[in-house]
């Protein structure tokens, strides 16, 4: 898209234009397309342009997934991003994992919604709502998803060790693929919430006896690292 920056550009007041009165399917196409261009997300008209469309879509709040491709950028704030997964985690529930598993990928493009702190945001935290959408994921019926889910988790640091996470942490333990329990279990050894619960015993004991000899290494590792047979007396 040949769009220069500045409201002058005759190709970006068509491009606004179009985003203004086209039909869905050519505005999903020309988000995506201006997502990808810099020239476009830098032209006055074509920003206030899809802002007004983010706005009336986000006020119909009805399930789609067009506008997910603005989370790769700066153009939405928080408020509006939120907004847009939500709508597009609702819009992929009956598709195919591989549709769902870039709504779960674009909450990292959005560091802030999974609780990283800033140097003027010190006492942020995870968002309600995104933490939904990855608790969700987490018990997803494609294991794609569920391991996309635990493998974004390693990077969210504030997220993985806030009480929010340990709900998603113990689905990881329960999960009945192997690599996701280990995955988890490094995760949860990060998180002072997860030990709190008595349940967390029950799992560890599951993952004890497990048939995989990977799982029950990284368990009994765990145990004593957590000193937890001091702590259960049985």
Known sequence: MQVRPGAENATAT???????????ELQAALVASVARSPEALANDAVKAAVLELAEARIAADEPNTDLLPLLSTAMLDDRQAMAVLDM???AVQDKPAAERIP???ALVNRPALVGAQTAG?????PSRRA??????????????????VFELMGSLESLRKSSQAAPILYAGLSDDSPAIRVKSLALARENENVWK???????MLKLLISSDPKIRKAALDTVQQRNLIAATPR
Request: hydrophobic share 45%; charged share 40%; net charge negative.
């Open 14 to 24: 068509k491009v606004a234009e179009l985003l203004k009165g086209g039909d869905a």
């Open 88 to 90: 597009s985690w609702k």
């Open 103 to 105: 709504v779960v990928q």
């Open 121 to 125: 945001d010190v006492a942020a935290g």
């Open 131 to 148: 933490v939904r959408i990855l608790k969700q994921a987490a018990t997803d019926r494609d294991v794609a998803v569920r391991e996309k």
């Open 197 to 203: 619960e008595e349940d967390v015993h029950e799992y």
